[in-house]
Nanobody, 122 residues
């Protein structure tokens, strides 16, 4: 069964850090580009970051550049999103998804996780 499971969300104060995990089962994540998206209440889903399948190129939205880092652990079939210097505007449900390659269009992604809530608040 193909499945993506996100974890690592939670409540953090502004300036804090979280590391999100996207663990895959039923397929090898290395063969796919993996994107992180987020959706805040009342807003459209937006792309946050992506790591490509072969070369491992990384891409970031301007709003998170310099604060977030995406990476892979092939041995764990998992992609991570390290989030530092978090801001209240980062509050959202974060999703990981797979695609043949990186894209900012969420309709190009095939498999999605269930999402993990990130809340940045004092």
């Amino acid at each position: 069964q193909v499945q993506l499971v996100e974890s690592g969300g939670g409540l953090v104060q502004p300036g804090g850090s979280l590391r999100l995990s996207c663990a895959a089962s039923g397929f090898t994540l290395d063969y796919y580009g993996v994107g992180w998206f987020r959706q805040a209440p009342g807003k459209e889903r937006e792309g946050v970051s992506c790591i490509s399948s072969i070369e491992g190129n990384t891409y970031y939205a301007d709003s998170v550049k310099g604060r977030f880092t995406i990476s892979r652990d092939k041995t764990k079939n998992t992609v991570y999103l390290q989030m530092n210097s978090l801001k209240p505007e980062d509050t959202a449900v974060y999703y990981c998804a797979t695609n043949l390659d990186c894209s900012w269009r969420d309709d190009e992604y095939d498999y999605w996780g269930q999402g993990t809530q990130v809340t940045v608040s004092s």
